[in-house]
């Protein structure tokens, strides 16, 4: 059964988006995609007293499914790009140093740094492998199909019993 007893419109939003929710965290989890857990954490909730609700994330939360485009990145993109080798535990080769003494870098975070800066330099230029491919569409474009189409069924169904009978102005009552 689709509607459950004592089941208000804000109650059905509630359930059905903290549902979606933890569906994309797994389809993203499962994808491979996650690194330090930031774009799950940020997904969040609200629904109002009217039933009206909305499923937040970070602005670039689109780029799960379509990877990033070439153009514009942000500023420190080779510092974002070494943070997520950091998170996915990837490490370059290290460089080593030509000549000895004092350095600021050690031969592991020169590599580090050199392999981020190739990578951003890649994604500036010709974007994302997941951009390149085409993207996919099941980390949350099923999910949010899957959930208006639920959220119709129900609030349907809620409406369906919460009307029993309509009295017209002669009188006449319809069931």
């Known amino acids: 059964m689709i509607f459950e007893y004592g089941e ?3 109650t059905i939003m509630q359930n059905e988006l903290s549902g979606l929710m933890r569906r994309i965290i ?3 989890v499962n994808a491979g995609q996650m690194a330090s857990g930031r774009t799950a954490k940020s997904l969040r909730v609200e629904v109002n007293s009217d039933g009206e609700g909305t499923l937040y994330s970070k602005s ?3 780029v799960l499914e379509t990877g ?3 153009g514009n990145v942000p500023q420190n993109f080779g510092g974002i790009i070494r943070q997520w080798m950091k998170d996915k535990g990837i490490e370059a080769a290290p460089i080593p140093y030509v000549r000895p003494g004092k350095h ?3 031969e592991q975070e020169r590599g580090n740094m050199a392999m981020a800066w190739a990578i951003a330099t890649s994604i500036k230029k010709h974007g994302t492998a997941l951009f390149r491919d085409g993207g996919r569409n099941d980390i949350y474009s099923r999910e949010i199909a899957d959930v ?3 959220i119709a ?3 349907g169904q809620f409406i369906t019993t919460q009307i029993q009978s309509i009295k017209l102005n002669t009188g006449e009552k319809i069931k």
């Open 8 to 10: 208000t419109p804000r």
């Open 26 to 28: 797994d389809n993203h």
């Open 60 to 62: 670039p939360f689109g």
């Open 68 to 70: 990033r485009r070439p």
């Open 104 to 106: 600021k870098y050690t």
């Open 148 to 150: 208006k189409e639920r």
């Open 153 to 155: 069924q129900r609030f």
